[in-house]
Protein backbone atom coordinates (compact mmCIF):
# COMPACT_ATOMS: atom_id res chain seq x y z
CA UNK A 1 0.00 0.00 0.00
CA UNK A 2 2.89 2.42 1.05
CA UNK A 3 4.58 1.50 -2.23
CA UNK A 4 1.51 2.35 -4.29
CA UNK A 5 1.21 5.78 -2.20
CA UNK A 6 4.32 7.00 -3.29
CA UNK A 7 4.10 5.86 -6.86
CA UNK A 8 0.47 7.72 -7.17
CA UNK A 9 2.59 10.57 -5.37
CA UNK A 10 5.32 10.56 -8.05
CA UNK A 11 3.19 10.03 -10.95
CA UNK A 12 1.09 12.71 -9.69
CA UNK A 13 4.31 15.23 -9.57
CA UNK A 14 5.52 14.12 -12.98
CA UNK A 15 2.07 15.04 -14.54
CA UNK A 16 1.79 18.26 -12.96
CA UNK A 17 5.79 19.08 -14.11
CA UNK A 18 4.77 18.20 -17.41
CA UNK A 19 1.77 20.87 -17.29
CA UNK A 20 4.23 23.77 -16.61
CA UNK A 21 5.18 23.65 -20.27
CA UNK A 22 7.72 25.50 -22.32
CA UNK A 23 7.22 29.41 -20.79
CA UNK A 24 10.75 30.75 -22.38
CA UNK A 25 9.89 32.81 -25.16
CA UNK A 26 10.24 31.71 -28.59
CA UNK A 27 13.46 34.31 -29.55
CA UNK A 28 15.67 32.74 -26.49
CA UNK A 29 17.77 29.98 -25.96
CA UNK A 30 17.05 28.18 -22.49
CA UNK A 31 19.27 29.48 -19.96
CA UNK A 32 20.91 26.19 -19.24
CA UNK A 33 21.11 22.78 -21.25
CA UNK A 34 22.52 20.79 -18.38
CA UNK A 35 20.06 18.57 -16.58
CA UNK A 36 19.19 19.36 -12.97
CA UNK A 37 20.10 17.16 -10.58
CA UNK A 38 17.54 16.67 -7.70
CA UNK A 39 17.90 15.95 -3.88
CA UNK A 40 17.80 12.72 -2.67
CA UNK A 41 15.09 12.38 -0.23
CA UNK A 42 14.70 9.10 2.03
CA UNK A 43 11.61 7.21 0.89
CA UNK A 44 10.88 8.83 -1.86
CA UNK A 45 12.45 6.91 -5.51
CA UNK A 46 13.97 8.35 -8.52
CA UNK A 47 12.46 9.61 -11.36
CA UNK A 48 14.34 6.38 -12.84
CA UNK A 49 13.02 4.31 -10.19
CA UNK A 50 9.65 5.69 -10.68
CA UNK A 51 9.15 5.27 -14.34
CA UNK A 52 10.39 1.67 -14.25
CA UNK A 53 7.69 1.15 -11.39
CA UNK A 54 4.60 2.76 -12.70
CA UNK A 55 1.73 0.61 -13.06
CA UNK A 56 -0.87 1.94 -15.99
CA UNK A 57 -4.43 3.43 -14.04
CA UNK A 58 -7.70 3.44 -15.50
CA UNK A 59 -8.79 6.90 -15.62
CA UNK A 60 -12.40 7.00 -16.70
CA UNK A 61 -13.22 9.88 -18.83
CA UNK A 62 -15.57 12.62 -17.19
CA UNK A 63 -19.05 11.78 -18.80
CA UNK A 64 -20.23 13.74 -21.91
CA UNK A 65 -21.76 17.03 -21.43
CA UNK A 66 -23.51 18.48 -23.41
CA UNK A 67 -23.20 22.05 -21.80
CA UNK A 68 -22.18 24.41 -23.63
CA UNK A 69 -22.06 26.82 -21.00
CA UNK A 70 -19.68 29.63 -22.70
CA UNK A 71 -22.57 30.27 -24.83
CA UNK A 72 -25.21 30.84 -22.02
CA UNK A 73 -27.02 34.30 -22.31
CA UNK A 74 -26.42 36.71 -19.42
CA UNK A 75 -29.62 36.41 -18.17
CA UNK A 76 -29.84 32.54 -17.79
CA UNK A 77 -27.97 33.35 -14.11
CA UNK A 78 -31.30 34.18 -13.08
CA UNK A 79 -32.20 30.17 -14.08
CA UNK A 80 -29.62 28.75 -12.33
CA UNK A 81 -30.75 29.73 -9.37
CA UNK A 82 -33.28 26.53 -9.33
CA UNK A 83 -32.30 24.40 -12.75
CA UNK A 84 -29.19 22.71 -13.41
CA UNK A 85 -28.18 22.52 -17.27
CA UNK A 86 -26.40 18.47 -16.08
CA UNK A 87 -28.58 15.82 -17.19
CA UNK A 88 -30.13 14.20 -13.88
CA UNK A 89 -29.14 17.26 -11.56
CA UNK A 90 -32.36 18.92 -10.58
CA UNK A 91 -32.02 21.78 -7.70
CA UNK A 92 -35.40 23.19 -7.24
CA UNK A 93 -36.68 23.24 -10.41
CA UNK A 94 -35.65 20.05 -13.07
CA UNK A 95 -32.68 20.18 -15.44
CA UNK A 96 -33.01 22.12 -18.01
CA UNK A 97 -30.41 19.57 -20.30
CA UNK A 98 -32.36 18.07 -23.46
CA UNK A 99 -35.44 20.29 -22.48
CA UNK A 100 -36.86 21.52 -25.48
CA UNK A 101 -38.77 19.55 -28.21
CA UNK A 102 -39.96 17.50 -24.82
CA UNK A 103 -43.14 17.15 -22.84
CA UNK A 104 -43.71 19.26 -20.14
CA UNK A 105 -43.70 17.02 -16.91
CA UNK A 106 -41.00 14.55 -18.88
CA UNK A 107 -38.24 13.96 -16.22
CA UNK A 108 -39.20 11.10 -14.63
CA UNK A 109 -36.74 11.78 -11.45
CA UNK A 110 -38.41 15.68 -10.58
CA UNK A 111 -41.49 16.03 -9.03
CA UNK A 112 -43.59 18.22 -10.99
CA UNK A 113 -47.02 19.91 -9.82
CA UNK A 114 -50.01 18.48 -11.19
CA UNK A 115 -51.01 21.76 -13.21
CA UNK A 116 -46.88 21.17 -15.12
CA UNK A 117 -47.80 17.18 -15.56
CA UNK A 118 -51.68 17.72 -16.85
CA UNK A 119 -50.50 20.85 -19.19
CA UNK A 120 -50.23 19.02 -21.91
CA UNK A 121 -47.31 21.59 -23.12
CA UNK A 122 -44.31 20.58 -25.59
CA UNK A 123 -41.61 23.16 -25.02
CA UNK A 124 -40.95 24.61 -28.56
CA UNK A 125 -40.04 27.92 -29.14
CA UNK A 126 -44.19 29.23 -29.08
CA UNK A 127 -44.85 26.99 -25.91
CA UNK A 128 -40.95 28.54 -24.32
CA UNK A 129 -41.98 32.13 -25.34
CA UNK A 130 -45.33 32.23 -23.84
CA UNK A 131 -44.62 30.42 -20.54
CA UNK A 132 -40.98 32.11 -20.02
CA UNK A 133 -42.89 35.53 -20.39
CA UNK A 134 -45.54 35.04 -17.78
CA UNK A 135 -45.53 30.92 -16.09
CA UNK A 136 -48.47 31.39 -14.05
CA UNK A 137 -50.89 32.80 -16.74
CA UNK A 138 -49.34 29.74 -19.14
CA UNK A 139 -50.06 26.93 -16.75
CA UNK A 140 -52.13 28.04 -13.49
CA UNK A 141 -50.77 26.25 -10.64
CA UNK A 142 -47.31 26.10 -11.06
CA UNK A 143 -44.49 25.45 -8.79
CA UNK A 144 -42.26 27.91 -10.65
CA UNK A 145 -42.11 31.23 -8.57
CA UNK A 146 -40.80 33.24 -11.22
CA UNK A 147 -42.70 35.96 -12.53
CA UNK A 148 -41.71 35.70 -15.87
CA UNK A 149 -39.01 37.63 -18.77
CA UNK A 150 -40.39 40.58 -19.99
CA UNK A 151 -37.83 41.25 -22.39
CA UNK A 152 -38.37 39.99 -25.39
CA UNK A 153 -35.03 40.19 -26.94
CA UNK A 154 -33.21 38.42 -23.93
CA UNK A 155 -36.24 35.48 -24.23
CA UNK A 156 -35.73 34.66 -27.29
CA UNK A 157 -31.60 34.28 -26.41
CA UNK A 158 -32.31 32.45 -23.35
CA UNK A 159 -34.97 30.24 -25.92
CA UNK A 160 -31.67 29.93 -28.36
CA UNK A 161 -29.36 28.79 -25.43
CA UNK A 162 -32.06 25.94 -24.10
CA UNK A 163 -31.66 24.37 -27.90
CA UNK A 164 -28.39 24.25 -27.28
CA UNK A 165 -28.05 22.01 -23.81
Known amino acids: MRKHMKLVTMAG ?16 APQS ?30 AAQTIPASNAPAVFAQCKACHSVVPGKNGIGP ?7 TKAGHLEDFTYSA ?26 G ?15 ELIEYLKTI
Open 13 to 28: MLALTACGGDTAPKDE
Open 33 to 62: AKPVESAAVEGVPSVETAKAEMVPVAVEAP
Open 95 to 101: SLAGVFG
Open 115 to 140: AMNSSGLTWDVATLDSYLKNPREVVP
Open 142 to 156: TKMSYPGLKDDTKRT
